[in-house]
């Protein structure tokens, strides 16, 4: 672990709120790794390119994809590959056992300076005392070309953290750094095979039979809706900014 300087922030009428940030690039102990997968699991809302709400009957099932994700990402960390990913962790002063919040990242293949975030997460009480952007402060030190993909909703909260809008994808926003892409490739995890996996199929399953094919139906149109209404956001924003700029 790589410890970092404490960082605090004060909010009115809130303790202090002090954390220090260790950087790691071997998979973190086992009780930090679960305070992690539990936080992907709880906040997938926030961070999920597929921002279903638990209302969703399909919530249940892309709980258990995005946390597969993140453990095969955790898992790969302890490979010799220079494009694992790389996990910032801020770790709450008062008790350093507790994981306040978490940024995973992509080294990219070929240019030192380039990464892209994949993932980050604060405890819900931890927001706005600065954590998300000390954690992405310390990853931009690293590699100063860092990309990211937000909702549309989030991209001022990134502009003020120094990113800027390059172009729409899918249902996000990308953003960057810079004012180009870097052409070094980052080792994203392929999706394809935990949607067709065993335990998915079964959980879908078990879906199907706890609220019937209909329901199911339904839930995969609102998923779909979704997606378009973020996607024509996304668009929409871009052109915005573009023109601004």
């Known amino acids: 672990m790589q410890p970092t300087p404490t960082a605090q922030s004060r909010t009115p009428g809130a303790r202090l709120t002090m954390f ?16 992690i997968l539990q936080m992907v699991v709880d906040y997938l ?3 999920s390119p597929v921002s279903l709400t ?57 240019d030192p300076e380039a990464c892209t975030l994949a993932y980050m997460a ?37 502009e003020a ?4 809008v390059l172009a729409a994808q899918g249902p996000q926003v990308l953003m960057n750094t810079r004012s180009h892409r870097s052409d070094g490739l980052v080792a994203v995890q392929d999706l394809a095979p935990i949607f067709h996996s065993k335990d998915v199929q079964q959980i879908h399953a078990y879906l199907v039979k706890q609220h019937g094919k209909r329901a199911m139906s339904d839930a995969e149109k609102q998923r779909d809706r979704l997606l378009d209404q973020m996607a024509q956001q996304a668009q929409a924003l871009v052109r915005e900014r573009l023109i601004v700029h």
Request: with cysteine; hydrophobic share 40%.
């Open 20 to 35: 220090t940030l260790v950087h790691l690039d071997t998979p973190p102990p086992e009780s930090l790794k679960s305070q």
């Open 45 to 47: 809302s926030d961070i």
């Open 54 to 110: 638990p209302s969703n009957p399909l919530y249940q099932l892309y709980q258990y994809v995005i946390g597969y994700e993140m453990h095969l990402y955790l898992q790969a960390m302890d490979s010799d590959r220079d494009t694992s990913a790389h996990l910032i962790l801020a770790l709450d002063d008062l008790d350093p056992s507790q994981v306040l919040g978490f940024a995973l990242y992509l080294p990219a293949k070929d």
């Open 122 to 158: 604060v405890h819900t009480k931890q927001r706005r005392h600065g954590i998300a952007r000390a954690m992405l402060q310390q990853m931009i030190s690293r590699h100063p070309h860092a990309e990211l993909a937000c909702v549309a909703s989030k991209v001022t909260t990134f």
């Open 161 to 164: 953290m120094g990113f800027q």
